[in-house]
């Protein structure tokens, strides 16, 4: 029983912490990594050890208890609750466009180059919004170029590189203004590929001109470095310097933005993280058009994927008729976004 009460303390003063310092104190990137469907599990498996605690005063106290802390956690959860009960989509004006988004995973330099386009081609989408064109070289990232090979596979696609980051739209492109640190037109591809985070693409379709965000947010930790060495933990707190510095420039430039909009990519971030929360107060989260429980992107173990790193959130002049994961068939670790959309008058 005082083990049980113990845990329900250490569970609960774990989640304020959460709710506290996630996305506010770099250290927390560190606990954030943990699976979201943790804050399901815990107070479950408290609530059903709870019910065979003998001492009625002490479950009368202790099941209420863990109960909150089960309500306070769910948001946490990344649980996609319109799944049980699909609401259809509100009504939309326009041809519906598709959209897809993927972390290719050092693009094809990892796979075989013909399947890896015959995947992108069997996407057949209007916008491609794609992360990850590089290669990893000597324990490092490096500059690759193919976009010959990328405009011949894709000749009615205009093509829109900074480095690391690669957008086709089939409709014109208007412009495509910086977002994010500044970044010289002749800057080296290694600085490029640091600062250059977010990708902003207007589109014109059909007359009305449309903002794709192209999104790879710093990942938080280097696998490499041992957790009992400071240069693991000087890896953390340099990314969350160079995420915050990303998520603010994002959030700043759609805020002001007055077309319609799409953000999508790989983030990151999984939804027990606070990063996301400035994003998710301001922008539909796509995941209502999903028919996923507990859509996930990365992560794969048993047959599911853990954690959803990847996103997309629309401005409300968007409806997202779907929304689903893709199967990479093993040319990443990410699984594709799919997108069907259509805007609203």
Excluded: C
């Amino acid at each position: 029983m005082r083990l049980l009460a113990a845990a329900t303390g250490l569970w609960a003063a774990f989640l304020l912490l959460d709710l506290v310092a996630s996305g506010r104190w770099w250290f927390w990137l560190i606990p954030g990594l943990a699976p979201p469907l943790l804050f399901l599990a815990v107070p479950v498996a408290l609530l059903a050890l709870g019910w065979t605690v003998p001492a009625p005063p002490v479950r009368r106290w202790l099941v209420p208890a863990v109960v909150a802390l089960l309500v306070a956690g769910l948001p946490r959860t990344g649980l996609n609750w319109t799944a049980l009960v699909p609401v259809p989509g509100p009504a939309a004006a326009g041809p519906a466009l598709t959209v897809f988004s993927w972390n290719t995973e050092y693009w094809d330099t990892t796979d075989d180059p013909d399947a890896f386009y015959r995947f992108l081609h069997d996407r057949d989408a209007d916008v491609y919004l794609l992360q990850e064109y590089l290669a990893w070289v000597r324990e490092t990232h490096a500059e690759v170029d193919e976009l010959d090979r990328i405009r011949r596979e894709f000749p009615g696609h205009r093509v829109v590189v900074a480095g690391e980051l690669v957008t086709l739209s089939r409709f014109p492109v208007l412009a495509t203004p910086p977002v994010g640190p500044e970044v010289a037109p002749d800057a080296p591809w290694a600085e490029t590929f640091t600062k250059r985070k977010v990708l902003r693409t207007d589109v014109d379709i059909h007359g009305r001109a449309v903002s794709f965000y192209n999104v790879h947010i710093p990942v938080q930790v280097d696998t490499r470095e041992s957790v009992f060495g400071g240069a693991f933990y000087r890896v953390v707190r340099e990314a969350d310097a160079a995420r915050r510095e990303q998520f603010a420039a994002l959030e700043r430039d759609a805020a002001a933005n007055p077309q319609p909009l799409l953000i999508a990519g790989d983030f990151n971030t999984s939804p027990a993280m606070g990063d996301l929360d400035p994003l998710r107060a301001r922008f539909h989260d796509a995941r209502s058009a999903s028919g996923e429980l507990y859509p996930g992107s990365w992560g794969g173990v048993l047959g599911t994927d853990w954690w959803r790193l990847d996103w997309a959130f629309t401005s409300r002049t968007v409806s997202v008729q779907r929304y689903a994961f893709v199967d990479a068939l093993g040319m990443s670790d990410h699984r594709g976004q799919e997108l069907r959309l259509a805007l609203r008058p």
